[in-house]
Each structure stands twice: as C-alpha cells, then as structure tokens.
C-alpha cells in the first residue's frame, strides 16, 4: 500500500530497521572473525539465544535472506560456501572509521590544508589587493564591485585596477603514507587481541584517505618473518601467523614503496606490540626472541637513519608497556627524528587519526 507506515518510536533504536541493528552486529563480528561469514553468524545464533536479538516475526533465518538479497553476502550454490561482497569489505571499512572518528574530539585543526597560501582548490576567506601577474579566475568580482562602488560612487559607476580584490586559495598538500602492520603471533599472545584494533585503524585510515584525500597514496605492508604489501579489500581477512617480527623487512618495503611515489611528502606509520626479532640474509633467517639482540637493532637504527635523510618521518605507535622495548623505540625515533606513541589499544586510534591529521597542515619545501 502507498503511503507512510507509523510505529512505536524506541530511543534505543536511533531509528534503525532491525536489519540495521543486525548489520552492525555482523560487520563487527566478521572484523574479528577476520571475514569468515559462517563463523560470524554462528556467533549472532549464539548471541541472539543468549541476548534475544531477534524478537517477533523477524529471526536471524529472514536477517540471513536479506543479507543475501541486499548483496552483503554471496553464496556459491555449487559448494554451498558464503563469502563477503565488495559491498560489505566497503562496509567494514566505513563502520570503522565512524567507529574511531566518533571517538575523537571536534577542533578547529585537522583539515589536509598547510598554512602557505598558493595555488589550490580550498577557497581562503582572506582577500588581497590585486597585483600584475595575477589569474583572472581568482579574482572576487563581489568585493571588487564593492570596492568600486566605495571609491567612485554608485551613479557613474567604473572599475579600476585599484578596486580588484583576489581571493587567494590554500595549498593542500598531497601524502604518500605506508601504514606497517606487525602480524607476529605476539599480537594474540596473552590472552589480548591486539590485530582486530589494528586492523581497524588500518580499514578507517584507507577509508578517510580514499573518500577524502583521493589524491594521497596508501599502501599497507604487514610484517612477521617476512613483509609484504597488501591491498584495502584484503584488511577484513588479515591474519596473524605464527611469525617473528623482522621490522627490517617491513621497513625496506616501506622505503621501497615511497621510492617509487612522487608525492614530496611521504611518511611510515608503524604499528607494533614487540621488539624486532628477526632478520633475513638471503634464504636464512636470523632469529633471537630473548631480549634486544644488537645485530636486529642496529639494523633497525640503520635503517631510521636512512629514512631521515630522505625525509621520510616514521610515527611507531607501540603496544606494549615493558620500559626496555620503550627506550628501544625512543632511540629509534630519535635516530629518525620521527615520533612516538605508546598507546593503548582503546586509544591507538585516535592517536593515529590526530597525528594523520596534524600532519597534513604541513608542507615539505
């Protein structure tokens, strides 16, 4: 029947269909199931016989139906096996970046512009006088007007070059970013799960980039005995391995992705839980998992130092609390004149956002 359907308005809803309420259940689930669809609606079975998600006519077989006809989910009907659409990666990947902005605290800062006005696409409130050599298109024609008025009355009105206002607009800066993920078994270990609030920063991060600064590069490399890149859609099904952390691997990857990206300003995010611990010389691995072995460390100090010179600042943001890993990661930041965050995993995405975001008010001569 056409026309408006009226129901009992409940606050807890924030108008939300019951499918949307399960949606936002699933997606967080398949974060941490990383992507499996049958073991993340095993878990709303049990979570709705134990929490009764599902009330009414509406039960978890028709919220399975619709996830299918709504394109979240596909099935293929030879082998009966279900996988994500490129709809529910996309999905993922903007519930996380609510997730993590909703968290942070409006400021007036924060936007990709610098402070060196020039040529750009971001109009400056500011006007100036015109002076030669300046293109016609940035010329205010109100103030202009204006002004011609002031000076020369309105009845014979004429416009000389004295009148002419330019409104100038702000350079923004363009970013080449490689964001470091450790996958080590040590991102597991302990009975904490610290991969899933990594991962999430990661999908919130190429989600913010991609929507809003599409003219930046992101690239994610993930590290364990060796690094290798992998693409946005892959983040929903990373996995940690049953890996050492050789953060030498990741960062020569790093170094040579940014090699390769024109953009003058380039910069790592590294987030990891442990010390490096691993090196690789040719087919052979060098492993040392007790304390800081010097041979590992030096080479991530060599490293930094390399960085520095070619004007590639690393940000680490460290999960871990030990004081020796913390001066580890202080003379490494050091060494590349970079920063530091010791974060914890309720804060390590906020940390990363702000500091994103302060740093694209900066510009590299």
Aim: overall charge neutral; aromatic content about 10%.
């Amino acid at each position: 029947m056409i026309g408006f359907h009226f129901r009992k308005y409940d606050p807890k809803q924030d108008g939300k269909s019951k499918f949307e309420q399960l949606l936002d259940i699933f997606m967080q689930l398949l974060t941490y199931t990383n992507g499996d669809v049958s073991e993340a609606l095993q878990w709303m079975n049990q979570l709705d016989k134990e929490y009764e998600l599902t009330k009414g006519e509406y039960g978890m077989g028709d919220f399975i139906e619709d996830l299918k006809d709504k394109g979240y989910i596909d099935e293929n009907k030879q082998t009966g096996s279900i996988t994500i659409s490129p709809k529910t990666e996309q999905g993922i990947r903007k519930r996380s970046l609510e997730e993590i902005f909703g968290k942070l605290k409006k400021t007036r800062s924060g936007d990709h512009n610098s402070f060196k006005p020039g040529g750009g696409d971001e109009i400056n409130p500011e006007t100036r006088p015109f002076q030669f050599g300046d293109q016609l298109e940035h010329i205010d024609f109100t103030e202009s007007i204006r002004n011609a008025q002031i000076n020369h009355g309105i009845e014979s009105f004429h416009m000389q070059e004295d009148d002419l206002k330019i409104r100038e607009t702000d350079y923004k800066t363009q970013t080449s970013t490689v964001l470091m993920i450790d996958i080590s078994h040590s991102m597991i270990l302990y009975g904490e799960d610290r991969i899933t609030p990594a991962k999430k920063v990661a999908m919130a991060l190429s989600e913010l980039i991609t929507t809003k600064y599409p003219k930046d590069t992101l690239d994610i490399v993930v590290f364990g005995n060796d690094a290798w890149p992998v693409e946005i859609r892959d983040l929903p099904y990373l996995q940690v391995g049953p890996y050492h952390t050789n953060t030498v691997a990741g960062l020569e990857l790093a170094m040579d992705i940014l090699r390769r990206r024109r953009n003058p300003n380039k910069q790592i995010f590294m987030i990891t839980d442990g010390k490096p611990t691993c090196l690789k010389s040719g087919k052979r691995y060098y492993k040392n998992s007790f304390g800081l072995d010097r041979k590992i460390t030096t080479r991530c100090l060599n490293l930094a130092a390399q960085c520095k010179k070619l004007k590639i600042p690393i940000t680490t943001f460290m999960i871990a609390s030990d004081p020796y890993l913390q001066r580890f990661v202080t003379e490494f930041t050091e060494t590349n004149n970079g920063k530091a965050f010791f974060a914890s995993l309720d804060h390590l995405g906020a940390f990363i956002f702000r500091d994103f975001e302060n740093g694209k008010r900066k510009t590299v001569y």
